[in-house]
């Protein structure tokens, strides 16, 4: 069976060890890095999605830039059948544990406590909308997770109602943010998952971890689905320290 | 109970290869910035290109031995001393239980590496024992007894040790890969370095050449994650980029028109347009500036890029050869 492929963009170097290609939309640049990841050739060492791209990192000794380039836009214009299965044993197989396995995208439910907000204000002046209003926005819209980045675990969701969109960023930016505080920015919104400088607005603070780096837990994957739903200052409390449970809230 | 660190210097932490398959998850590549004075100070002590040493930076750590450790200092030449008797950098010494290591400043270049027969032990994370916070006085870094007779590399003033490829005259001439252990730091003469760049995925968002006909100088401000440079703001078109993957070695131009070139604890994906994307032969260099140093950017081809990747490989791959034939290999526990 041959699957459409994501539609083939423009494919350009990232230096001498990467590859960038352009997609025509999101969907396309997250099915296009589950290939990439499936097909695991030998010399991949990573592929990065971001919104409409995917950035292909190789081993530049096992391979060249041409050679790579011609691969991810044969891949990319559906060319190519990724394999199946990969056996165990294979570089395919090696690469399908851990960070790398392939999965469909989850969707996950993150309690989110609006009480404990730093700018919610600034975001009501701004919208024009009431407290409520915000919470109640951002809480009824279901997020895909664009990109992963920044910071290691940090979700850029989006995008945003409209109501909610346009809002900037800090004049200048907090040297740190509590763990899991939410913020927003232009049509984004997203989590720290760990005490950072940042300069988003903050309208909340999620009581769970989200990124345990020492242990490699990194629950949230470009392509996931995230929800926000409004807690307490009791429940914020009885949470904390939790883990975000994985394929919560299917 | 190994080496304990009295001082920790300006900034001394625990480096390896990094971790280069998790940007996924945006998690910086780090490791050691010039990878290849971490490997060749491994081989002097007889470990593999990427055990764990201590990288230091500019003004390095005091350290306090509990037992007889074979270690030699590479990378910048930092000037060191035993109980205040100055020993030579790259070259291999025991320090005794009781010994004090202190390791001053560097005459070039910025950065250094203190490597230990048998490694330094520490936990693996994500594939990787680099470490995710700078050391601080007290931390005692665990590593086995061993014991070495000195023997070194020199540190290397060669008349050219950087030539860009575009420049024919120098081309098949013996560049320093044909002869010496390079290290990276040292300015080809004329006060400044060349940088080799591939163009950037947004080259065509800067209608000028200013960027390549330029000179730079490093601001103080630099660090692991980035290369600030200060110059002439180059302008762009308008625009907003949406963010997309980015890697050690990306020169992204930020909104005063001016360049930082990503080191490698830079971000994993990044919205400031790319002009240009400093090759993989010179990626050790961009961990060696000094600030107040110059830097001109030169173009190259992809072929020009590889070719200047496999002699260095090449250098470096003789060099470590060398040394693992030589005798004079440290004793390990």
Known sequence: MRRAGPAAGRVVPLGDQAVLAYFPDEPAAVRFAAAVRAAAPPWLQDVVPAYATAGVFFDADAVGLRAVMSWVADLAGGGREPPEDPSPGSAAGLFARGAHAPRPPRTFQIPVCYERQLDMARVCEHTGLSADEVIRLHTGTEYTVYAVGFAPGFPYLGYLPPELCGVGRLASPRLRVEPGSVGLTGRQTGIYPLPRPAGWNLIGRTPLVIVDLPAGFFPLRVGDRVRFGRIDEAEFRRLEGERLAVGSGQ | ?333
Not at chain 2, 12 to 19: E, F, H, I
Not at chain 2, 127 to 141: E, H, I, M
Not at chain 2, 252 to 259: A, M, R, S, V
Not at chain 2, 297 to 324: G, H, I, M, N, P
């Open chain 2, 1 to 333: 109970m190994s080496l304990t660190l009295l001082h920790p210097g300006l900034l001394s932490l625990l480096v390896d290869a990094g971790r280069p398959r998790w940007r996924a998850l945006g998690v910086p590549v780090g490791g050691a910035a010039d990878r290849a004075a971490l490997a060749l100070g491994n081989a002097l002590v007889g470990n593999p290109p990427d055990a764990p040493a201590v990288e230091f930076t500019l003004s390095g750590p005091t350290f306090e031995a509990q037992h007889p450790t074979a270690c030699v200092m590479f990378g910048a030449p930092f000037s060191l001393t035993i109980n205040r008797n100055p020993i030579a950098a790259g070259r291999t010494f025991t320090l005794q239980a009781g010994d004090v290591l202190q390791i001053g400043g560097p005459a070039v270049g910025v950065r250094g590496y203190l490597c230990v027969a048998g490694g330094f032990e520490a936990p693996e994370i994500l594939g990787s024992r680099s470490g995710l916070d700078p050391l601080k006085a007290g931390d005692v870094l665990t590593c086995p007894a061993s014991w070495c007779e000195p023997r070194g590399l020199p540190f290397v003033r060669s008349p050219e040790p950087n030539p860009p490829t575009p420049f024919p005259e120098r081309e098949g001439g013996a560049g320093p890969e044909s002869s010496t252990p390079l290290f990276s730091g040292e300015a080809p003469g004329e006060g400044f370095h060349f940088l080799r760049v591939l163009d950037g995925p947004q080259r065509d968002w800067f209608g000028t050449d200013r960027f390549f006909t330029q000179e730079y100088e490093v601001s103080p401000a630099s660090n692991r994650m980035g290369l600030r440079l200060k110059g002439e703001p180059i302008a762009r078109r308008p625009g907003e980029l949406v963010s997309e993957a980015v890697a050690p070695g990306a020169v992204q131009i930020t909104n005063d028109g001016l360049p930082v070139v990503l080191g490698v604890d830079g971000q994993t994906i990044g919205g400031y347009p790319k002009v240009a994307h400093v090759i993989r032969a010179d990626l050790d260099l961009l961990g060696q500036f000094r600030p107040g140093e110059r830097v001109r950017f030169v173009r190259v081809s992809q072929e020009e890029a590889e070719t200047a990747a496999r002699k260095r490989a090449a250098t470096l791959r003789t060099w470590l050869a060398r040394l693992r034939a030589a005798d004079r290999q440290p004793v390990v526990g």
